[in-house]
């Protein structure tokens, strides 16, 4: 059974960096997708960035490429969202999602995935 806990999540100022992790638990061997999205109230989920088992596929939403970037632990078991440069509309809860499909475009969209965190909090202040 796939777990996924995210953390890392917090109060920053606008400009600063933070770093978001997602463990994993009971993930699938071989092909997977991992990915974060955000969300805030009354707004749909949107996509943050997705990547691929192996590390060799990544996927940016437009509004955070050149500012986050995704990655994996050496282990594959914890995911991690870098961001720099943190800007107040980045302000949302973080929700870490795996997908036991092959990659593909699609990892862009919620649907796709079949489990999600309970998701973390990032406040970015003016």
């Known amino acids: 059974q796939v777990h996924l806990v995210e953390s890392g999540g917090g109060l920053v100022q606008a400009g600063d960096s933070l770093t978001l992790s997602c463990l994993a638990s009971?993930?699938?061997?071989?092909?997977?997708?991992m990915a974060w999205f955000r969300q805030t109230p009354g707004s749909d989920r949107e996509f943050v960035a997705a990547?691929?088992?192996?590390?060799?596929?990544?996927r940016y939403g437009d509004s955070v490429q050149g500012r986050f970037s995704i990655f994996k632990d050496s282990a594959e078991k914890t995911v991690f969202l870098q961001m720099s440069n943190l800007k107040p509309e980045d302000t949302a809860v973080y929700y870490c999602?795996?997908?036991?499909?092959?990659?593909?475009?699609?990892?862009?969209?919620?649907?796709?995935?079949?489990?999600w965190g309970q998701g973390t909090r990032v406040t970015v202040s003016t």
């Open positions: 009971g993930i699938p061997k071989n092909t997977y997708a």
């Open positions: 990547i691929s088992r192996g590390g060799d596929y990544q």
């Open positions: 999602a795996l997908t036991d499909s092959a990659w593909t475009d699609s990892v862009t969209r919620p649907r796709v995935y079949d489990y």
